[in-house]
């Protein structure tokens, strides 16, 4: 059943907000209004998160006196971050830390720092909107390469990195967005070592490397495990695995790289903010209770991304799908009629999907596949299905 976390009942903390209903779309006997399929975050993990915040607000008075701006990130939590990293088979000191405001911020910055103009990136196919546009941001060039049905291809990487020498290459091998895959131990070793042997620099996002759903599962090699010359650089973040409110997140790379991101992110965001640096701290400063949130929030994402396969199954048999490993998305194939067309058809049944294919969507095959986020709640999940099934002019 689903997990209940609780939104705590403590003084100042504001009730939780009703669910939004809406008059359009003829969607008002079920009490549900326009329903998103589009984001991939659970709600926070309550009442730790809320707990988190109080003993944060009564550190904070501990850095108060001060100017407030640490653009390495506060040393105790680059502390905390590493010590994770070392019980994660990577050893790992503070000073190759760098705390960013989130994933999207690290990102930013690397491919700042990384890239010159025009030069190429190879990025997964299909792969995550949003680093193909940071790419683009950075003024370099979006250079795709396929990912399978059953994982990452290793030739098509070799040719791409050999022959085309991108100055990056962006992996996401602990349940990759959007097709929710992890990447073998046979995969990660040969593509770390494609990366040394070709002298280009792999972006592991690992944002979602803690949400196996999977249990008993063991965890896989970190990738940086895999590397000992520096050709791996580590993003973090607390936004996928805790709440997408909590804007922290973390790049390990060289000591060098750290002190130079450090110095030149005034461009960016000059330094991340000291109180939700504190409410991480709280929350990783504890292990076994760390380890305890973190449980919760996979029983809460394993319950709803069964709740959508049921669905699914039940009112779309004609679409097919891998029950994903973990992450919080199903990539689903969606039968004769294109992505495009039922993403049309659901906004007019209240149901917001993604407005094309991820990355890649120059592969004329993907104009066939959705990404379905499982981070609603079961009952809203299957009644968003049931729109898009039933409506007039949606799916039979």
Known sequence: SEVSLGAGTGAGRPPSPAPRRTRSHGVGASGIGVIDLVTASLPAPEPWLSGAVDAAGRELARYAHGHGCFPAGLG???AAVAGRYTRRGVPTEPEQILVTSGATGAFAMLLRELTEPHDRV???????PNLVRAVEAAGARPLPVAVR???????AWTRALRSAAPRLACLTPDHQQPTGLLMSEDQRRALVDLAASTGVTLLVDETLAELSLTPGAPAPTPPAALDPGGTVISVGSMAKTLWAGLRVGWIRATPQLVRTLAARRTGVDLAPP???QLVVLQLLARPQAFADVVGAQRDRARTRRDALVTALRDELPAWSFRVPDGGLALWARTGDRPAREITALAERAGVR????PASGADRPHLEHFLRLPFAQPPEVLAEAVRRIARHPKGPA
């Open 76 to 78: 105790e939590l680059r």
């Open 149 to 155: 049905d059953d994982g990452w291809d290793v030739p």
């Open 274 to 276: 000291v109180l939700e």
């Open 353 to 356: 999907l993604a407005a094309r």
């Open 122 to 128: 190879a990025v997964e196919s299909p792969g995550h």
